[in-house]
């Protein structure tokens, strides 16, 4: 298994290692529930350095992100980023990313784990079959990333910066330390405020050592502490965040997935747009309507639905289970399945098909959980 440079970071703080897309990776350090509310109450640091990190450079590298990503890029500004699908031919999602518009000619895309060897090579092939003057650099080796989540994080990031808590959501800031460059962005997949920092691979000691200035990370009752994936996982849920090979996948329909907002539909009507792969089944999809669409699910009692279990309405398989968790904030199982789109209705009675019992379901917009908006200083 291939290991992040935070390997042993991970060791000092007794995680709980898996194999995850190839990657030794920490499921957890205390507990999923306890890492969970830690997030949710004050803030956590995940270790996600296994995300794939792809530069573009050359002067046809916008037109290549826009043949290849579902959402309008030109109108980018530098130093911002964007969530986007790249598609493939039938419509179906390749990989949810997010792309960051270094320059007019660079640009930095963050990929899945699973995705990224599938995406390089995908990448290249359109790069030459349209003759891109593109330079194509895979960095996820020579990196790492981390993602530092909740309410207290901004104000702790703050005893060291003043100009990253100033940063707008979905923007970022490239700072120049004397040996290296670090790119922070305000993003996060928790549903709470945070950043992401992207460092050179060799310089993570030294980082966290400047993190730490700030942020306790050995202190028990710290406002930051240690997360592994399997709270990033429920934080996700709650906050009706797609995963891919669950509610995103090759076979799933791009507008089926909830994030519409990703999708330039008329993105090859702009002065600038190009007709991005998968554009032309998709306006097919949405003419002739979708048969199944993502949903939240609400579920009664205490037992927990599973990925795949069957949604059904009477008799009748109506959906399926895509991910589900006994939520830490809500205290009740939540899901997020495909439903048959007349059933997607918050409201709607369904239930869920657990092999020996029927779950009692109600379909719910998502998300089931958005962090309170801080109230400002009297």
């Known amino acids: 298994m291939l290991r992040t440079p935070f390997h042993q970071f991970h060791v000092r ?9 190839g990657w030794e990776m920490p499921i957890l350090y205390t507990g999923i529930v306890e890492e969970h509310r830690q997030v949710r109450s004050s803030g956590g640091l995940f270790d996600v350095s296994h995300m794939g990190r792809v530069r573009f450079r050359g002067r046809h590298a916008r037109r290549l992100l826009e043949k290849l990503c579902t959402r309008r890029l030109s109108d980018m500004q530098q130093g911002q980023c964007r969530y986007s699908l790249v598609c493939n031919e039938t419509g179906g999602v390749r990989d949810d990313v997010l792309v960051y518009r270094m320059d007019d000619d660079e640009f930095l895309m963050v990929v899945n784990a699973s995705n990224r060897e599938k995406l390089l090579g995908h990448f290249e092939d359109v790069r030459a079959a349209s003759e891109f003057k593109v330079t194509i650099d895979d960095q996820t080796m020579k990196t790492g990333m981390v993602a530092i989540q909740g309410p207290a994080v901004m104000e702790r990031i703050g005893n060291f910066s003043t100009e990253i808590p100033t940063l707008k959501r979905y923007r970022f800031t490239v700072k120049n330390l004397l040996i290296m460059k670090l790119i922070v962005s305000r993003t996060g997949y928790t549903g709470e405020d945070g950043v992401e920092v992207m460092m050179p691979a060799d310089k993570v000691e030294m980082v966290m050592k400047l993190i730490k200035k700030g942020i306790d990370l050995d202190d028990p009752q710290g406002a930051i502490r240690p997360i592994g994936l399997g709270a990033r996982d429920t934080l996700r849920m709650e906050a009706g965040m797609p995963l891919y090979g669950h509610e995103l996948g090759e076979d799933i329909n791009a507008l089926a997935c909830g994030v519409d907002f990703a999708i330039t539909m008329d993105k090859d009507q702009d002065e600038r747009g190009e007709a991005f792969i998968g554009l032309d089944a998709l306006r097919e999809a949405q003419k002739n309507g979708l048969p199944r669409k993502l949903t939240g699910l609400l579920i009664e009692g205490r037992r927990t639905a599973r990925a795949d279990m069957p949604v059904m309405q009477g008799e009748k398989q109506v959906g399926v289970v895509t991910s589900a968790c006994l939520s830490p904030t809500l205290e009740r199982p939540i899901a997020m399945a495909m439903v048959d789109s007349a059933l ?16 009692e379901a ?17």
């Open 13 to 21: 703080h007794s995680a709980k290692m898996v194999d995850f897309a």
């Open 344 to 359: 997607c209705e918050p409201g709607t009675a369904l239930e869920v098909d657990a092999g020996r019992a029927r779950l």
């Open 362 to 378: 109600m379909a719910t917009a998502l998300p089931f959980y958005k962090a309170p908006k801080k109230q400002p200083a009297a």
